[in-house]
């Protein structure tokens, strides 16, 4: 088979294939329960498969619908598979999400962390990794500009021991903790981002009060426990942007000297011109 006739069909299979996925997009607002998971698996499929870089018309339109899916319906199954679709078809498309929809996700998910069923906590806690992992934009919306370090500090910091917090409450508690804390650890792990220095170093000091002491021994996934494995790695993160803010001030002060210097030799070359 000749190269243009390999460019041919290539460029076939992807307008067949943006056909498929913009005919089940326009359906999905009238399917319910079972028939709406299915036409999600098949525009999942048609996405995950297409090939890297292709333009697949509509966009922008895909992305609307498949977050007012997602916010729409608070099922745990939909929710999953419509986060799935929107990380391949950025991957795939390189179109980003914008910040509307960013903070539309993150709000969603954030309240369905606090969900006193665990196993919805635990699933939107996943899916909230999931878009740390595969969307730059989001996971710098987290640590610079959608409260989520202080929100974060704000829940360290409840009190279990009121008289009147039943024993239901109290997990309800921890597990939301637990929740927030595996997040922030995700979030240490990821490069290159830029944290909001101030509700760092507060989430630092809530950390420092409950890790307790670093001599007794803890569970694994107790709080404790996972406050301690994040307190070094934070306040390494303050020390380094520490630096590189002094590094970036010594660059800004060098380039202006440097223009200050040009200025007056300027000026004198005037002065001895005229």
Not at 97 to 124: F, G, K, P, W
Not at 214 to 225: G, V
């Amino acid at each position: 088979m000749s190269k243009r006739s390999d460019i041919t069909q290539h460029s076939f299979r992807g307008t067949l294939t943006s056909n498929e996925i913009l005919t089940i997009v326009a359906s999905l607002e009238k399917e319910k329960g079972e028939q709406l998971k299915d036409s999600l698996r098949q525009l999942l499929f048609l996405i995950s498969t297409s090939p890297e870089g292709q333009r697949i018309e509509g966009g922008q339109m895909i992305i609307d619908q498949i977050v007012k899916i997602f916010c729409t319906l608070n099922e745990s199954e939909i929710q999953a598979l419509c986060l799935s679709i929107l990380l391949n078809f950025n991957s795939k498309s390189g179109l980003a999400v914008n910040d509307s929809h960013i903070q539309t996700l993150y709000a969603s998910l954030i309240q369905t962390i606090h969900s006193a069923d665990e196993t919805i906590s635990e699933s939107a806690t996943y899916q909230l990794i999931q878009a740390v992992k595969k969307l730059p934009e989001f996971k710098q919306f987290l640590v610079q500009r959608s409260g989520f370090l202080k929100k974060t500090t704000e829940i360290l910091l409840q009190e279990n021991s009121s008289s009147s917090s039943s024993s239901q409450q109290i997990v309800s508690n921890d597990h939301v903790k637990s929740a927030f804390l595996d997040i922030i650890i995700q979030l240490t792990l990821q490069k290159n981002l830029k944290w909001n220095q101030i509700e760092l170093i507060e989430l630092i000091n809530a950390l420092e009060v409950i890790s307790g002491s670093e001599e007794r021994q803890l569970e694994e996934d107790s709080l404790e426990a996972k406050a301690q494995q994040l307190l070094p790695l934070l306040k390494m993160k303050i020390s380094k942007q520490g630096k590189e803010s002094k590094q970036q001030n010594c660059d800004e002060c060098q380039k202006l000297g440097e223009e200050l210097i040009r200025n007056e030799e300027q000026k004198r070359i005037i002065e001895e011109e005229s």
